[in-house]
């Protein structure tokens, strides 16, 4: 039996709003399927006149078809809303209480606290998550599903006990909702609009089916679709910003629950965490993604996980509290400068500092254990291997894969970290930041009374705090452009704590330019005296033309990637129809757009591949693909179809023109910033 949870006013008012919007919703649904109904019993009456015509036999098809088109509207309108929904599960691993007996004993004794239903099954994944989910079908309207519970052993892999109650009983939290009987509703009618309005892979693929079997009537469905799904979605944004409020409102209630049960502070700590672990994991599947032509697999990705994760943590100079990172607010926010805050409307969770906020507010105290939430699982090992090969599952490999272990993943990633990772000494001075690109004859021949004569005087704690506070408020300054041009809909916002409404933000847009500008001009003539600190070690050691290359290849890669971002997204955005439902006309008219620009992009890729600025950059297997690209005139569509071998050919040679041109001015950074540090440690061992 459940217990009658109580819930705050906010969350019963949001439960509330989003009922009547689904309600609104189901009303406008409901008009445009009577107003569809009454059209299509109106053309079956015509078609049965002009059928009636037996001596015409132009008259007696034209009502044949259009008995035809009206069946066909009748089943497109109806086939959205029957359309079932299951959730893909063969990544997962079902387990029980004979297997898993403390996680069970864990997961009971929650259950039996806060008064909650057992799961009535329990999944394990392989990411660094935990949800609950439903089995959802068109008798979940009237009849609620049960809860299942998934959990992720990355989840696993980067929480101590403690957090991890915390976080199972957040889930369970949810289950709580269930007792305000709306909440279910809400949820599954959410998850069937969803299929009906937004699932744009279904609808084109549901088209592309009429087009195969009916080409001659399919744009009558198309253009009628397209009006009634245009009503539909208008009427779902209500629904949408009223579940979404809802959400986030859930999202609280549960970690309430949450600190009640496990303590504030475990819920906290994991909460901060989160974002590391889960950049730890998706390095961790980028690693072997990359190297699937390589046949390079490992058995077991976890002990690689949890040792990427504590490089991380040494990298930013984190605390070790229980064998894990402790991520603290102050560590996040040393990068993260902005001091604009918009309410997302459309966001299904609160940010995560709001949450631990209320956290915090609770302050809910508790034991807490340290233990490695690994002691909860019974035969880890072998488990973690499991759920490893389901991570590989649908990756194909050209031959059998050498397996890396974990000493020879620890040399690959020591190898790969030092390719990208700025040398310490630069105090994170070049995170995420590009050099102020300025005049290199201007700087040297402008003589200057404040050059930092050290190199501490540099990378100093102020002079990095300053480069953050830049970027920081280079973000904000974006931000609030898009607000006053009206990309991004906010009625108001929080700057600096201070509250505008949208209207005002032409004002403080013009405010912050004049402090960027001032920052700009600031961050610039740091760039140009550590520059110039450098040229003076260069010259002592006969270095300073290899400097001055770095430097001049650098700024030439920065001000060439602006160009080249243009020419890929041009190339991107006239290929768009290819993924459409178009008839033959409109794709021979957008295939001649589309020539033009890959004509540009061809023309700018042949440039690149003699450069020897970028030549470097380039792998050898890709520079050959590229050429093989280049060596002919690929044709992409011949009715009645596509040339799936040439549309492969220029999505590979897209990529590998983004990777090589977004990659060259980080490399060519990298390239030197290291020559500088050389040449610092060349003064110290001659000194």
């Keep these: 039996m459940q217990k009658k949870q109580s819930f705050s006013a906010e969350y019963r008012n949001q439960a509330i709003r989003a009922l009547f919007a689904i309600l609104f919703f189901i009303f406008v649904y409901l008009l445009t399927l009577l107003l569809s109904f009454f059209l299509i019993i109106f053309l079956f009456i015509a078609s049965h006149a002009l059928m009636q015509s037996y001596y ?39 387990i029980n209480r004979e297997a898993q007996p403390k996680l069970f004993d864990l997961i009971g004794s929650i259950a039996e606290q806060i008064e909650v239903n057992f799961p009535q099954k329990v999944f394990v994944a392989s990411g660094v998550d935990a949800m609950v989910f439903y089995d959802l079908n068109f008798r979940n309207l009237f009849f609620p599903s049960k809860e299942n519970l998934v959990i992720g052993l990355g989840l696993i892999n980067s929480v101590n006990e403690s957090e991890f109650k915390a976080i199972l009983a957040h889930e369970f939290g949810h289950f709580t909702q269930r007792s305000l009987n709306v909440y279910s509703y809400v949820y599954i009618e959410n998850q069937i609009i969803y299929k009906m309005l ?51 409102e859930m999202e609280n209630h549960a970690d309430e629950i949450s600190a009640r049960v496990a303590g504030s502070v475990p819920a906290i700590t ?10 730890s994991f998706n390095y961790i599947w980028q690693f072997y993604f990359n190297r699937v032509s390589e046949n390079v697999k490992t058995e077991n990705i976890y002990p690689q996980h949890y040792h990427v994760m504590m490089s991380y943590a040494e990298k930013f100079g984190m605390e070790i509290k229980f064998d894990l990172p402790h991520v603290s607010k102050e560590i996040i926010n040393r990068f993260n400068r902005s001091k604009l805050v918009i309410k997302d409307q459309w966001a299904s969770h609160p940010t995560v ?6 956290l915090e507010d609770l302050n809910v105290e508790a034991v807490v254990s340290g233990g490695s939430a690994w002691n909860l699982f019974s035969d880890g090992d072998n488990l973690q291997k499991k759920l490893t090969e389901k991570l590989f599952r649908n990756w194909q490999y050209s031959d059998t894969p050498v397996i890396l272990d974990f000493k020879a993943f620890k040399k690959r990633y020591s190898e790969e970290v030092h390719k990208y990772r700025f040398d310490k000494k630069y105090n994170h001075f070049y995170e995420l930041r590009d050099i102020s690109v300025f005049d290199i004859k201007q700087a040297i021949e402008t003589s200057n009374q404040e050059e930092f004569k050290e190199f501490e005087e540099i990378f100093t704690d102020k002079n990095v705090d300053l480069v953050h506070q830049f970027s920081g408020l280079d973000r904000d300054l974006k931000t609030l452009e898009s607000i006053t041009k ?5 009625d108001s916002f929080d700057y600096d704590g201070v509250k505008y409404q949208s209207e005002e933000s032409n004002e403080l847009l013009e405010e912050l330019k004049k402090r960027h500008e001032v920052l700009h001009k600031e961050i610039n003539n740091l760039d140009i005296k550590i520059f110039k ?18 430097y001049e290849d650098y700024f030439y890669l920065l001000r060439e990637d602006k160009e080249n971002l243009k020419i890929y997204l041009d190339l991107i955005n006239s ?15 957008k295939m001649i757009t589309l020539k033009e620009k890959e004509a540009d992009f061809g023309s700018k890729l042949k440039k690149i591949l003699k450069d020897e600025r970028y030549i470097s950059f380039i792998a050898e297997e890709k520079g050959i693909k590229l050429e093989e690209y280049l060596s002919k005139d690929w044709q992409y569509f011949t009715e009645p179809k596509y040339n799936d071998e040439a549309l492969a050919k220029l999505e590979e040679a897209l990529f590998l023109f983004y990777e090589i041109c977004s990659n060259a001015p980080f490399k060519a950074l ?9 040449l610092l440690e060349s003064k110290t061992q001659d000194e």
């Design 533 to 550: 600190f450098y040229l003076n070690l260069a010259k002592v050691s006969g270095h300073n033309e290899e400097l001055l290359k770095c």
């Design 353 to 358: 500092f709001d949450r631990v906020k209320k």
């Design 198 to 248: 937004i699932d744009e892979q279904f609808y084109q693929s549901l088209l592309q089916n009429f087009f195969q079997t009916i080409f001659r009537l399919a744009w009558i469905v198309v253009f009628y679709s397209r009006i009634v799904r245009w009503i539909l979605r208008n009427a779902y944004e209500i629904v949408s910003k009223s579940y979404m409020a809802l959400s986030r």
């Design 486 to 490: 009206k990309e991004i809909a906010a």
């Design 575 to 589: 290929m768009q129809f290819i993924w459409r439902v178009t008839s033959f006309s409109q794709i021979r008219n």
């Design 270 to 279: 994991s909460l901060l965490r989160a974002s590391l672990a889960m950049d």
């Design 670 to 678: 990298k390239r030197l910033l290291d020559f500088q540090i050389n």
């Design 56 to 94: 015409n036999k132009y008259l007696f098809f034209l009502g044949l078809t259009t008995a035809l088109i009206a069946l066909i509207l009748l089943i497109f309108l109806i086939m959205f809303y029957f359309r079932k929904s299951t959730v893909d599960r063969s990544g997962w691993i079902e």
